[in-house]
């Protein structure tokens, strides 16, 4: 039996609130009405935006019609973006295409915006068809829900689903005479759709990729890792790449080395004490390839495994660059230790914030209380960047190597640009 579904956009695949409450804002200042609250731009959710601005914000037809073009203003010049995929999201389009399903949209955005929207997200690979309203066609949702099908197919003899999170989902899909699955994380209520009929009723993401590919292999996520010298600024640009990562509907894991599970954060505490003065050389390499090996089995590959980003605050290249070039152990030494630890398991892609030793230690000096490793010494850091620069060289494809001498924001939006490319590419 050939299998389709078609998908709702708004509160079904993305979570659009942001920038549709921006958009209402920007009317509202724009026009000299006063900010709506919280409960009134809920509202807005949903319902034609003009019907919006006449009934939950006292305007007359004219005064409404002028607020939905001020909207459009904000909206299409960036507020469309300002969005998030569901967090699973992904997984669940990735894995209906890899168990065969044909998968369309049909929305009540119009179709040059939902088209954007997808496209942004890089959800246009898993979809098909994608079918809105268009000035010359103000189609419902059982136009919509019809158009959004494959030439010739169905109900009667092919399995055929709307997925939606309001009740006019589940009524065009009715009305489209095709079967309806309503979800409970978008705008509407368990309530609202089982009273509106719909066949089966959803509370999560996971549960509608338990309901349509029952035993189904989750699709193999991605192993990200990011790596600079102390004082680069890579506690700041993990919160950054976080947040993207998040909107875009990746799943994600932040781990970090060592460390990232308890027999590795123990073997953290005694590697970075500073009373440990005495450790040799060659017990600290081999102590952190101890605490990787156990960390790469029993935290990353299980998430890859998921279906997860698995995002790597540092990784065997500090070991090569720190143990390797700053403690001059030499590089192909440290790589050797490490090979049973990591086995094979290498991040697909690894972001460098490139700043030179003497920038990095100034911005560390002015920050905290220095430990062990810190405290070694300016040649030290010295080496340890030129370890980077070896592994660089040895291994380019696999860097995003980043001036991190810019704002923060720069920086965030370069690495973010690159990372997200990177992950969509690997799907
Ligand atoms: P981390 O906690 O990441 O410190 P920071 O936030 O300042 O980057 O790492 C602690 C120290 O451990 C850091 O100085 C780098 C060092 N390190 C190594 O020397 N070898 C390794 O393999 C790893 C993972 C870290």
Redesign the pocket.
């Known amino acids: 039996m050939r299998k389709c579904v078609i998908f709702d956009l708004d509160g079904t695949l993305t979570q659009s609130e942001e920038g549709i409450w921006n958009g209402v804002r920007y009317a509202a200042r724009k026009l000299g009405f006063p900010e709506p609250d919280t409960e009134t731009l809920h509202k807005f959710i949903g319902p034609p935006l003009g019907y919006s601005f006449r009934e939950f914000m006292g305007m007359d037809e004219a005064m409404a019609e002028t607020a939905t073009t001020t909207y459009r203003e904000y909206y299409n010049a960036g507020g469309l973006f300002e969005n998030r995929v569901y967090p699973g999201v992904r997984r669940l389009l990735r894995t209906l295409r890899q168990e065969g399903w044909y998968i369309g949209v049909a929305t009540g955005k119009p179709q040059k915006t939902s088209e954007r929207v997808i496209a942004h997200f890089g959800l246009d690979r898993f979809i098909e068809k994608i079918c809105g309203p268009t000035a010359d066609h103000r189609a419902d949702k059982i136009d919509l829900i019809r158009n959004a099908l494959p030439e010739g197919w169905n109900a009667e003899t092919d399995e055929i689903w709307m997925v939606g999170d309001r009740k006019f989902d589940v009524e065009g899909a009715i009305g489209a005479g095709v079967k309806s699955i309503g979800v409970g994380y978008g705008y509407g209520s368990e309530e609202e759709l089982r009273t509106s009929g719909c066949t089966h009723y959803c509370a999560t993401v996971q549960d509608v990729i338990d309901f349509l590919c029952p035993g189904a292999a989750a699709p193999v996520g991605a192993f990200l890792s990011i790596e600079?010298?102390?004082?680069?600024g890579?506690?700041t640009q993990i919160r950054l790449l976080t947040d993207v990562i998040d909107r875009y509907g990746f799943e994600l894991q932040l781990t970090?080395?060592?460390?990232g599970c308890p027999i590795s954060e123990k073997l953290?505490d005694i590697?970075?004490d500073k009373n440990n003065a005495e450790m040799d050389d060659v017990t600290?390499?081999l102590l952190?390839?101890a605490?990787?090996a156990q960390h790469v089995r029993e935290v990353i590959r299980p998430a890859v495994a998921a279906g997860r980003v698995l995002l790597c605050?540092?990784?065997?290249?500090?070991?090569?660059?720190?143990?390797g070039g700053?403690?001059q152990l030499g590089v192909q030494r440290v790589l050797d230790i490490n090979a049973p630890a990591v086995d094979g398991t290498m991040p697909m892609a690894t972001v460098y914030l490139d700043v030179d030793h003497e920038t990095s230690m100034a911005r560390?000096a002015a920050a905290t209380e220095l430990?062990r490793?810190?405290l070694a010494g300016d040649s030290f850091h010295a080496r340890?960047e030129a370890g980077y620069r070896e592994l660089i060289q040895r291994d380019p494809a696999r860097f995003i190597v980043v001036d991190a001498t810019r704002t923060p924001e720069e920086i965030g939006r370069e690495i973010a640009e690159k990372v997200i490319a990177r992950l969509m590419e690997a799907e």
């Open positions: 600079g010298l102390d004082g680069s890579k506690g970090r080395e060592p460390g953290r590697i970075l600290e390499a952190y390839a605490s990787r605050d540092r990784f065997v290249d500090s070991s090569v660059a720190y143990q700053g403690r560390r430990d490793l810190e340890t």
